[in-house]
Antibody, heavy 114, light 110 residues
Framework: QVQLVQSGAEVKKPGASVKVSCKASGYTFTGYYMHWVRQAPGQGLEWMGRINPNSGGTNYAQKFQGRVTMTRDTSISTAYMELSRLRSDDTAVYYC???????WGQGTLVTVSS | QSVLTQPPSVSGAPGQRVTISCTGSSSNIGAGYDVHWYQQLPGTAPKLLIYGNSNRPSGVPDRFSGSKSGTSASLAITGLQAEDEADYYCQSYDSSLEVVFGGGTKLTVL
């Protein structure tokens, strides 16, 4: 069965960067886009962008342009999302989701605090 | 401020029917882009409930149905059950191919 397993929780200081991983299994990794979505505490869902694991091509939400970088390593079926220049309002649960939206990772809590 | 507008909350008694609206514009839903719906239980990842406006993934009860008309979409839940109490989100795309979500609706089963 399709599984997306994300890396563990992170605590970062303002101004730092965080890199979250999403390891895929149960399907052909290069066959589906991978989306990244975040959810601040008590708030709604916010799309950050997507990566085409086959080509490495990316589309980022305008809000995150210049701060987010999505990459992948096809040899280990893993997608990555790196967010830089962290601020306190970046505190959120970050999810990866397979291109057709039917499968999501378990989420990774990123806490930004001094 | 979400691109798609949902009511913050809806409620209904067990067995009743409730609907959740999702209002967009001519640059997203009205442009013909599909609408998907998600159910999110507390502390868990969203679960795809309806895709392509009105299609249910395998395993989703037929008590859940979706529709789309013009610049809006709706999720209907019939035969409301206690386990349906959750947050519900609509999602579509806009003309810049960005993914857009509604702000979410909290369903309370009375």
């Amino acid at each position: 069965q399709v599984q997306l397993v994300q890396s563990g929780a992170e605590v970062k200081k303002p101004g730092a960067s965080v890199k979250v991983s999403c390891k895929a299994s149960g399907y052909t990794f290069t066959g589906y886009y991978m989306h990244w979505v975040r959810q601040a505490p008590g708030q709604g869902l916010e799309w950050m962008g997507r990566i085409n694991p086959n080509s490495g091509g990316t589309n980022y939400a305008q809000k995150f342009q210049g701060r987010v970088t999505m990459t992948r390593d096809t040899s280990i079926s893993t997608a990555y999302m790196e967010l830089s220049r962290l601020r306190s309002d970046d505190t959120a649960v970050y999810y990866c989701a397979r291109g057709k939206w039917g499968e999501w990772g378990q989420g990774t809590l990123v806490t930004v605090s001094s | 401020q979400s691109v798609l507008t949902q009511p913050p909350s809806v409620s209904g008694a067990p067995g009743q029917r409730v609907t959740i609206s999702c209002t967009g514009s001519s640059s997203n839903i009205g442009a013909g882009y599909d609408v998907h719906w998600y159910q999110q239980l507390p502390g868990t990842a969203p679960k795809l409930l309806i895709y392509g406006n009105s299609n249910r993934p395998s395993g989703v009860p037929d008590r859940f149905s979706g529709s789309k008309s013009g610049t809006s979409a709706s999720l209907a839940i019939t035969g409301l059950q206690a386990e349906d109490e959750a947050d519900y989100y609509c999602q579509s795309y806009d003309s810049s191919l960005e993914v857009v979500f509604g702000g979410g609706t909290k369903l309370t089963v009375l």
